[in-house]
């Protein structure tokens, strides 16, 4: 995945950055070098409708107006693209949305394993902006670890 | 073990439905392959034409219990198929039959799964059997290996949600959550194999590369993508 700022993502898929402005939550495609083009991640749109059911404003490329394909790597992984938090007021539903999401999928995905296989890893680029600053989080790695992380992060 | 017919019906359902999977599960545990069977077969027959006719009215949650329980029955008939491959004299010495024990395995944990994943019943019913089925998985891969498996990259260009027939991205219908018994599942109308690859732990464990299945010096033939859901048997009128 390549390390692309939120405008070059919107020019990327043709979206003028106004129409993001007024979501706190974008849940943007990851950049597929098999196909040179953004496609969504094969587990953002279910996230991006939990955020929805759970009154937060979230958007995906699709809500912005651009039509592009999604990929599913069928492998035991979770990848849930790139997601730009624009408010931090909203990172406590967020951060339980997603490690709900998450402990369900790892165990759903688990399941299906002999106890020896490798535990599912979860693939998440996550930028917080406030106030001019920005933490970035480019993970990939296991469900538990990840849990740890989002939930040490407090809004500013 | 005496039959008396069951009827299922809207007021005997749970109680209906425990005597028939507690019969299921005496002949899952007792290996008797003929009884099992035909009780799974006839409660999914029965269980079917309630699930598509909806007698009980348009909107029931029984139809998700309903639904649950014909996993949980289908399941159980898989295990005693399953059984039945594993008494078979001499099958680890048959590629052919190694081969339909493997599948055989993972199409009855699959729904085993699904049905502890999302369990309706207090105390789960499967709990025992599922001890049986993960020993059954230890031995399988003790005698047969971790393996390797087939693990594409599927581009899905147009898919729709199979309650309202819209694009899945438009519409307010969550993968997996139940809408009136049935749930909700992405249906891919144009998809593109972008890659595949070779990996230890695959969402698909059918998708196993067999070492006899060469066809020539290194080129094997493989299922690389699985078609099949767990319901397709509820879906076939």
Not at chain 2, 8 to 15: G, P
Not at chain 2, 155 to 163: A, E, H, M, T, Y
Request: one cysteine or more.
């Amino acid at each position: 995945m390549e390390d692309l700022e939120l405008e070059q993502i919107l020019a990327g898929l043709g979206v003028s950055e106004n129409k993001a402005f007024g979501f706190d939550i974008l849940l943007l495609p990851e950049f597929y070098k098999l196909k040179d083009k953004f496609v969504d991640a094969q587990d953002s749109l279910l996230l991006n409708k939990l955020l929805k059911k759970e009154g937060l404003s979230s958007a995906n490329a699709f809500d912005l107006g651009a039509d592009i394909n999604s990929v599913e790597r069928k492998s035991s992984d979770i990848w849930l693209g790139t997601i730009f938090i624009l408010s931090d007021v909203v990172l406590p539903i967020f951060i339980d949305v997603v490690s709900g999401l998450i402990s369900k999928a790892v165990s759903e995905k688990r399941d299906r394993k002999h106890e020896n296989a490798p535990y599912p890893s979860v693939h998440l680029k996550l930028r917080i902006k406030e106030n001019g600053t920005e933490t970035e989080i480019n993970y990939k790695g296991d469900a538990e670890t990840l849990d740890k992380i989002l939930k040490s992060i407090k809004p500013k | 073990m005496e039959e008396i017919p069951i009827s299922l019906t809207e007021e005997n359902f749970e109680a209906s439905v425990q005597i028939i999977v507690n019969r299921c599960l005496y002949y899952c545990f007792h290996s008797d392959f003929v009884n099992g069977n035909k009780q799974c077969s006839d409660f999914i027959v029965a269980g079917k034409i309630i699930y598509h006719n909806r007698p009980w009215g348009e909107e029931n949650p029984l139809y998700t219990h309903l639904y649950l329980t014909l996993i949980l029955v289908k399941g159980l008939e898989e295990f005693l198929r399953m059984q039945q491959l594993l008494q078979t004299p001499g099958w680890l010495q048959d590629h052919k039959k190694i081969e339909q024990v493997w599948s055989q395995f993972w199409d009855t944990k699959k729904k085993f799964d699904y049905f502890n994943d999302n369990c309706c019943y207090s105390p789960n019913p499967l709990d025992k059997l599922t001890e049986n089925l993960d020993k059954v998985e230890s031995y399988l891969f003790d005698k047969l290996g971790r393996g390797l498996y087939m693990s594409p990259d599927i581009l899905v260009k147009k898919s729709q949600c199979n309650i309202c027939q819209l694009d899945l991205r438009a519409c307010e219908h969550i993968s997996g959550w139940f809408y009136n018994g049935v749930p909700c599942q992405e249906v891919a109308l144009d998809i593109e194999i972008v890659s595949v690859s070779v990996v230890q732990s695959p969402y698909d464990m059918k998708c196993r590369i067999w070492p006899w299945n060469k066809v020539f010096e290194n080129k094997y033939s493989v299922r690389i993508v699985n078609a099949e859901n767990i319901d397709d048997f509820i879906r076939k009128k």
